[in-house]
């Protein structure tokens, strides 16, 4: 059963196509981000997925890492990017035929994967965990497919860790509180182990990097809305919102901003 509470634009049961076009700016800004790409990269590193091996991007969003995994598995292999968002879905397609990928994309849900027991070498889940209200069960469904001696990555944020600089000492708790609103899970970067060890998997490496934005590139209306967001939960007054907008202002263009989030990985496989 889809998990019934949507709380983000990423939350599957969010598929008005006027939102897509948004979420991928956002999906591709990330791609680009240099701390995500060093986490991707150290992901698929520590995983090795093979020529030959089955693999599974659970929320695959615009199919990026659908893509490496195809390039990786091939010859011989099948990489299925499950995407339950259709107009993300429709837009990881077109981009794996440009590329000229054999990626290919399912429809589906995290929390009842589409696939028999023991079907995949590899899982690659990636920034979902976190729009889950039941991220344990998805776990349980990845360790379910995996054959015995199968791999597993999940990456994730952790909103805890959530940084915004300058903002006033006592505005900081009401930043934290919206910031953690936009995830059903918002401490999914921490819980990664436990879950994959909850689920009867053994975890063999953690590593992190952090999603630091440039002043340049950051998209404003959304650090702007920030501080509307915590006005409008009648966290802080709009005198103190204008404040914020002044200060972050002001030091984007003396170089003095600061934003950035911490991402976790955890590399796992099934017991033999
Ligand atoms: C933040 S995006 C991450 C996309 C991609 N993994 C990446 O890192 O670029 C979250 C993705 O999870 C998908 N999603 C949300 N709920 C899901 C569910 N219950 N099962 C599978 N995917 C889900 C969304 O449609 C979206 O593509």
Redesign the pocket.
Known sequence: M??PRPTSA???A?TDPAVTDR?VA??DA??ANPG?RRLREWAHTRLAARPGERAL??????G??TRVLAAALAPGGAAIG????PG?RALAEQRAADADSPARFLD????ALPLPDADLDVV?????L???TDPAR?VAEFARVLRPGGRVAL?DTDWATFILHPAAPEIRPALAAVTQATAATPDAGRRLAGWLAEAGLTVDELGSDVLLHDPHTVSWPIVRGLGTAALGRNLITEEQRDRLHTDLTAAAEQGAFHLSVTMFAVIAHRPR
């Open positions: 889809p998990d990423f939350h599957a969010n979420l956002a999906l990330q791609a995500v991007d659970v929320g695959s969003g615009t990026s890492e499950l995407e339950p968002n993300l589906g849900d995290a929390l690659w889940c990636e920034r979902v976190q729009h889950l998805a990456l």
